[in-house]
């Protein structure tokens, strides 16, 4: 019988080990042993924290009241759903002009064809709200990333939902849910005017008793008394509040008087800094920013880099991520895990350093 032929028996491997991979191999060994070491430090940059962007088309805009207008957002192209949120989502809008600005989605989640926004015009603000309002026609091109969740709805049996003006915007959604759900709900909607209440009709329709909506009108009914809001549900209920900042401190002050009701707020801008220190940021090419302590790092760093990321400015989103390269943070914010803090990742919207030491950061 004929022998079947063999193949040669160096051709899966080489009998003479190649000399410039046998070299390679012992470096990469001695490499990946002097990393391991403890001390060692990695300075490599993480993967950095990049929120997805998704093309959109301003689809509609409608005048909901005085100075406010909602906008539905649909995707640029394609019939693929948009990416799924929660009631107490935000969306960061970057703006023809580039400029980026925050919204709490106040559609309807199930709806994953559109995101609905609503802007209240600021005559005296930064632009953002004036540019949507007055150079932002259906039809306009925006960037969107996220959405974020800062501001998650635990659906607890018994809520109170207080709105402030505009504030009603990330509280919608959950009347809805907690429609949706049967809890026993109240919502407190509070304004300048009747005029001047957004989404009114939205959230009448989902009381059809007219027994779980109070509203209240400043020019009528004065400034409202927080303690009478808080009035209008049984002290165990959960309140979730949202509103101008005056408007959230009082709520806050009233509740400390009654031990052990639950608060949820969110604020349309950042808190202000508790018990902050002074510190300096250092970044990778030497410069040095004292942060004051009654300023938050991520506000420094703006003033010297102020395209760095940022969205929810209150620790929960992680877009503002950095990598700590030395120096001890003060962790304050609500998500990265004791492996990621170990590791050096920090959220300079809400974390510091200790009085007067050096923070050196890689950026
Ligand atoms: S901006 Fe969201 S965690 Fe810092």
């Known amino acids: 019988m004929p022998t079947r032929p063999q ?8 009998e003479r080990p190649d000399q410039f991979l046998t070299q390679l191999t012992r470096l990469s060994r001695v490499l990946f042993f002097l990393l391991a070491l403890p001390g060692v430090r990695r300075t490599s940059r993480p993967p950095a924290h990049v929120p997805a962007e998704t093309p959109l088309t301003v689809r509609a805009r409608r005048e909901l009241a005085a100075d406010i207008v909602e906008f539905t957002l649909a995707a640029e192209r394609s019939c693929a759903p948009l990416p799924a949120w929660q009631p107490g989502s935000h969306l960061d809008v970057i703006l023809p002009s580039g400029r980026m600005r925050s919204y709490s989605l106040c559609g309807d989640p199930a709806d994953t064809t559109v995101y609905r926004i609503a802007v209240r015009r600021l005559a005296r603000g930064r632009g953002g709200s004036r540019e949507l309002h007055d150079a ?17 709805f635990a659906a607890e049996p018994t809520v109170l939902f207080l709105a402030g003006g505009i504030g009603i ?4 959604p959950m009347v809805r849910e907690a429609a949706r759900r049967g809890l ?5 909607q509070t304004g300048r005017s009747q005029a001047a209440l957004p989404y009114a009709a939205e959230s009448a329709a989902l009381d059809p008793t007219g027994t779980r909506i109070t509203t209240h009108h400043y020019d009528t009914d004065g400034y409202p008394d927080p303690a009478a809001l808080l009035a209008c549900a049984p002290r165990h209920a959960a309140v979730y509040c949202c509103g101008p900042a ?17 608060l949820h707020a969110q604020r349309f801008t950042a808190a202000p800094v508790a018990e902050g220190a002074p510190f300096t940021l250092r970044l990778r090419d030497g410069t040095r920013l004292p942060v004051p302590g009654d300023r938050a790092a991520l506000d420094v760093l703006l003033d010297a880099r102020p395209a760095a990321p940022r969205s929810c400015r209150q620790g929960y989103c992680g877009t503002c991520r950095l990598q700590v390269l030395d120096g001890t943070p003060d962790h304050r914010d609500h998500i ?28």
């Open 7 to 14: 193949p040669p028996t160096d051709l899966y491997r080489p």
């Open 136 to 152: 932002v026609p259906p039809g306009t091109r925006l960037t969107a990333r996220g959405p974020f969740c800062a501001f998650p």
């Open 169 to 172: 915007t990330p509280l919608l």
């Open 184 to 188: 026993d709900w109240h919502l407190v």
């Open 246 to 262: 005056p408007f959230l401190d009082s709520v806050r002050r009233a509740l400390a008087a009654r031990a052990g009701q639950p």
């Open 336 to 363: 990265l895990t004791p492996e990621e803090r170990e590791a050096g990742a920090l959220l300079p919207c809400v974390s510091r350093a200790k009085e007067g030491t050096l923070l050196s950061v890689d950026l």
